[in-house]
């Protein structure tokens, strides 16, 4: 019932949004997505209401922290995969009604890239999009909401006890 009541408010908002400007194109500009390679990555934040994953590079090798436990490379591949092909597309609001699209504080997942000490990515994940396609998303301190390509959200509500490397 709550999946199809988001489905169906992020359709009507759309259609709104249509109507609103009467077919003419909307006339804004995405966010610059800085690239990022797959080796910058040495650590990885990523945060939910209840619960924080912090993920360092060492030696070659990926570690949950806190606790120091080998995390699966596979499940990493996927999560360093999703944070380096971040590809925003559309501009879905512009509103801070943010629940509808499930990047309020209670179901936003944070996700933060580093180098070293240095910050070289950070979005927020919300809910996938009506199209099944596409995700909700914020981009660092922009209060936007966009439309990242592909859905991914799956992949960041993961658990340590799930990442762990445990073969």
Excluded: C
């Excluded at 501009?91 to 944070?110: A, K, M």
């Amino acid at each position: 019932m709550k999946k199809n009541y988001i489905f169906f408010t992020a359709v009507i908002f759309t259609m709104g949004l249509y109507l609103a400007h009467n077919g003419k194109p909307v006339d804004y500009n995405l966010p610059d997505i800085p690239a990022v390679k797959a080796a910058e990555i040495t650590g990885i934040v990523i945060e939910k209401a209840d619960s924080n994953l912090t993920l360092r590079k060492n030696r070659g090798s990926w570690y949950i922290f806190p606790g120091g436990y080998p995390a699966d490379r596979q499940k990493v591949a996927g999560i360093i995969n999703t944070i380096r092909d971040l590809d925003i597309v559309m501009l879905i609001s512009e509103s801070d009604n943010y629940v509808i699209f499930g990047l309020d504080d209670r179901n936003r997942i944070t996700v933060r890239a580093y180098n070293g000490d240095t910050l070289i990515r950070e979005f927020e994940v919300g809910n996938t999009g009506p199209s099944r396609a596409h995700t909700f998303v914020r981009i660092g301190n922009d209060r936007r909401i966009y439309y990242a390509n592909r859905t991914f959200r799956n992949i960041f509500e993961i658990t340590a006890d799930r990442l762990r490397d445990k073969g």
